[in-house]
């Protein structure tokens, strides 16, 4: 649940995200959505879990686990990575920062009990503790095109003016904050502890304006950017059908972990069958996730995975069978017609 529940007006309309209580909307939807496109807006994400990882064996334990290379995180840089079946199908994805003598694994909401359970079934008798701080900490975030100009003038003492993606920093109040090693489309958050998360929340507020889960969701799915149980489904996605290499969620220069094989194997032959692509249809009727995408001969070509609608229109992202789209082939939702185009910030070809 939100650490704003008991903070904010009773105006405020609130939603279920994965199950778990937010903001909803703050205003008007096209007005939220608005600054996230031109300016910046900030965003309550302290129902989102966090998992701390602690012990001398700490980054050893998780390096062979996790898809990306532990061994660069330090207190200046993290690093987005994933949690895959040895067969290579996706369990969870998170960024992990380093906090003192601790990793920080920022994560979907509700999944921070599963995720210890399954760290745990590694653990044996490594000099590691796993432990859910979902409780203790709230990250909020701030995110658009101004973002990086909001956040300098908000912590003079951290040099993020030029800061790289996954640059990470620690200000004076001793809030940790990054720079979301995405995708600059993400923005940046913050971590702050849950007693102090309200009036950091109002602080930044008086700066910028919020947007509430709706029209951040509207703003992932237009940017193509794809989220862990929605575009990445547990034990059926493949890491690279949504992107996650461009997204530097994988590093193949690492060495072994859990489910390597599988995603070598799909990345350097270049068998992928399925992509996830951006798709849009002129409705005012709610998409569901999981509603097929049909060919012209009304055989499934895949599933929309996450859909908001704005002005008139449905803007998806889909999880396609890469060969429908190449050849050209008409697709539709629900009896509409849709265009399909893949992510601009993806290299892959559409062959």
């Given at each position: 649940?939100?650490?704003?529940?008991?903070?904010?007006?009773?105006?405020?309309?609130?939603?279920l995200?994965?199950?778990?209580?937010?903001?909803?909307?703050?205003?008007?939807?096209?007005?939220e959505?608005?600054?996230?496109?031109?300016n910046?807006?900030?965003?309550?994400?302290?129902?989102?879990d966090?998992?701390?990882?602690s012990g001398?064996?700490?980054v050893s334990f998780?390096q062979?686990?996790?898809?990306?290379?532990?061994k660069?995180?330090?207190?200046?840089k993290c690093v987005?990575s994933?949690?895959?079946?040895p067969?290579g199908r996706?369990?969870?994805?998170y960024?992990?920062?380093e906090?003192g003598d601790?990793?920080?694994?920022m994560?979907?909401p509700?999944?921070?009990?599963h995720l210890v359970k399954?760290?745990?079934?590694?653990l044996?008798?490594?000099?590691?503790?796993?432990?859910?701080?979902?409780?203790?900490?709230g990250v909020l975030?701030?995110?658009?095109p101004?973002?990086?100009?909001?956040?300098?003038e908000?912590?003079?003492?951290?040099?993020?003016k030029d800061?790289p993606?996954?640059?990470?920093?620690?200000?004076?109040?001793?809030?940790?904050?990054?720079?979301?090693?995405?995708?600059e489309?993400f923005?940046?958050?913050?971590?702050?502890?849950?007693?102090?998360?309200?009036q950091?929340?109002?602080?930044?507020?008086?700066k910028?304006?919020?947007?509430?889960?709706?029209?951040?969701?509207?703003?992932?799915?237009?940017?193509?950017?794809?989220?862990?149980?929605?575009?990445?489904?547990?034990?059926?996605?493949?890491?690279?059908?949504?992107?996650?290499?461009?997204?530097?969620g994988?590093?193949f220069?690492?060495?072994?972990?859990?489910g390597?094989?599988?995603t070598a194997?799909t990345?350097?032959?270049?068998?992928?069958?399925?992509?996830v692509?951006?798709?849009?249809?002129?409705t005012?009727n709610?998409?569901?996730?999981?509603?097929?995408?049909?060919?012209?001969?009304?055989?499934?070509?895949?599933?929309?995975?996450?859909a908001?609608?704005?002005n008139?229109?449905?803007?998806?992202?889909?999880?396609?069978r890469v060969s429908d789209?190449?050849k050209?082939?008409?697709?539709?939702?629900?009896?509409?017609?849709?265009?399909?185009h893949?992510?601009?910030?993806?290299s892959?070809?559409?062959?």
């Amino acid at each position: 649940m939100s650490l704003l529940k008991s903070h904010l007006e009773q105006s405020i309309t609130w939603s279920l995200d994965s199950g778990e209580e937010a903001p909803a909307q703050f205003s008007d939807i096209a007005k939220e959505l608005h600054e996230l496109n031109n300016n910046a807006a900030l965003i309550d994400f302290s129902h989102h879990d966090q998992v701390e990882i602690s012990g001398d064996e700490r980054v050893s334990f998780l390096q062979g686990l996790t898809t990306n290379q532990i061994k660069d995180i330090t207190a200046d840089k993290c690093v987005y990575s994933t949690m895959l079946t040895p067969q290579g199908r996706f369990l969870w994805d998170y960024t992990i920062c380093e906090t003192g003598d601790t990793l920080t694994l920022m994560t979907e909401p509700g999944q921070g009990s599963h995720l210890v359970k399954s760290l745990n079934f590694y653990l044996m008798r490594t000099k590691a503790v796993v432990k859910d701080v979902s409780s203790e900490y709230g990250v909020l975030a701030i995110v658009g095109p101004k973002a990086t100009k909001i956040v300098s003038e908000l912590f003079l003492d951290c040099a993020t003016k030029d800061a790289p993606l996954g640059a990470t920093f620690t200000t004076s109040d001793n809030f940790l904050l990054w720079r979301d090693p995405r995708h600059e489309d993400f923005g940046w958050r913050l971590l702050a502890e849950s007693e102090k998360y309200p009036q950091l929340w109002k602080k930044i507020s008086e700066k910028i304006s919020p947007a509430g889960y709706s029209a951040w969701e509207s703003y992932r799915i237009q940017k193509g950017l794809p989220r862990g149980g929605k575009e990445l489904i547990p034990n059926k996605t493949l890491p690279l059908e949504a992107s996650l290499f461009d997204l530097n969620g994988v590093n193949f220069q690492k060495g072994c972990f859990v489910g390597q094989e599988t995603t070598a194997r799909t990345h350097h032959r270049g068998t992928l069958k399925k992509r996830v692509f951006q798709v849009t249809l002129e409705t005012e009727n709610t998409i569901i996730d999981g509603t097929p995408v049909l060919t012209s001969s009304q055989k499934e070509a895949g599933i929309v995975t996450s859909a908001s609608l704005h002005n008139g229109y449905c803007h998806a992202l889909a999880m396609l069978r890469v060969s429908d789209v190449a050849k050209g082939d008409e697709l539709s939702i629900l009896g509409h017609k849709v265009s399909v185009h893949k992510p601009i910030w993806a290299s892959w070809e559409l062959t």
